[in-house]
Nanobody
Framework: QVQFVESGGGLVQAGGSLRLSCAASGRTFSLNAMGWYRQAPGKQRELVAVIRSSGATNYADSVKGRFTISRDTAKNTVYLQMSSLKTEDTAVYYC????????WGQGTQVTVSS
């Protein structure tokens, strides 16, 4: 049974940093492009960072230069290092493969206070 477990969220002041982790289980995703998504209250879920099997990365303009996505294929884990956090980064963060009908995890809440 495939499962994604996100962790590392919390309450942080604007300008602070957090590191999110996403552990996958049930099968390996080392050949899958993986993404970090976020959903703020009343808004649609948005894709903020992508890492491909080659290691190539892409970022939404809103987080470029502040967030870094990485992965440890041996641990089947994807990370999101977030720096210079802004109040508008407040959301529930999820990781998920870019393609395929896989279940979503519970996400991890990130709250940035002013």
């Amino acid at each position: 049974q495939v499962q994604f477990v996100e962790s590392g969220g919390g309450l942080v002041q604007a300008g602070g940093s957090l590191r999110l982790s996403c552990a996958a289980s049930g099968r390996t995703f080392s050949l899958n492009a993986m993404g970090w998504y976020r959903q703020a209250p009343g808004k649609q879920r948005e894709l903020v960072a992508v890492i491909r099997s080659s290691g190539a990365t892409n970022y939404a303009d809103s987080v470029k230069g502040r967030f870094t996505i990485s992965r440890d294929t041996a641990k089947n884990t994807v990370y999101l290092q977030m720096s210079s956090l802004k109040t508008e980064d407040t959301a529930v963060y999820y990781c998920h493969p870019l393609s395929g009908d896989w279940p979503w995890g519970q996400g991890t809440q990130v709250t940035v206070s002013s």
